[in-house]
């Protein structure tokens, strides 16, 4: 097997678990800690949904003038990890790797295929700000309701996606009554290894 063919494996191996926690009826399968760092190394973690997976990577949408946005503007380095505690007797994935902007014709996509209310939200929302009153994230929901009343609602150009190109996929399985199986995937320099860690 080729180095590239192991990265294919570890893409592969989550996708076929992603489907399979979809179908043991994990509540949240998508859901994902987002790790990121600013510039003096303080780490600030979050969840984030997983919108779509391939070979090229990990998306999730959020605000680009966001606390995160702002630390992966800093230092592109930037770690997932998921658990789906329903799937077998447990599986936690972990990916490192490095932060890309989604392309704006992408980004168009996703964003055209959100339910109406979440479109208005990317605009009404200054995410990580400040929000002086509950009642002013209203008013600027209903502000931009007014704006875009009887038409498509764009994308707002704060708003979109990243995608994290992995050079660590962790991959750790739950055994009830024995030691558990951690299958970690390496990226360095330019070729993929596989190993097995202890749990
Ligand atoms: C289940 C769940 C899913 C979430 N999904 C997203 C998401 O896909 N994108 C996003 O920007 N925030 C999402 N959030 C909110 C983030 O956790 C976070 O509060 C927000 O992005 C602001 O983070 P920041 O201030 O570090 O930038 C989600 C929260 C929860 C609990």
């Avoid at 043991?24 to 990121?36: K, N, S, V, W, Y």
């Avoid at 890309?100 to 208005?120: C, G, H, N, P, W």
Wanted: aromatic share 10%.
């Amino acid at each position: 097997m080729d180095s590239s063919e192991l990265y294919q494996e570890a893409v592969a191996t989550f996708r076929a678990l992603l489907d399979e926690a979809t179908r043991a009826g994990e509540p949240e399968p998508t859901a994902m800690t987002l790790a990121t760092a600013d510039a003096s190394g303080r780490i600030s973690a979050r969840v984030v949904l997983l919108k779509n997976v391939d070979e090229a990577g990990f998306c999730f949408y959020t605000n680009y003038h966001s606390a995160k946005a702002a630390q992966l503007a800093a230092r592109r380095q930037a770690a997932l990890c998921l658990l789906w505690k329903t799937l077998r007797d447990g599986v936690q994935v972990r990916i490192e790797g490095e932060i890309e902007k989604v392309d704006a014709i992408d980004s168009d996509a996703y964003f055209a295929s959100r339910a109406r209310l979440s479109q208005i939200g990317a605009w009404a929302s200054l995410q990580s700000q400040t929000l002086p009153a509950r009642g002013d994230l209203d008013a600027r929901v209903a502000e931009f309701e007014r704006k875009f009343a009887g038409g498509p609602v764009p994308r707002p150009p704060h708003w979109g996606g990243y995608r994290l190109r992995p050079a660590m996929p962790d991959i750790w399985y739950g055994q009830r009554a024995r030691l558990h199986d951690r299958m970690r995937y390496d990226l360095a320099d330019g070729a993929w290894s596989k190993r097995l860690l202890y749990p």
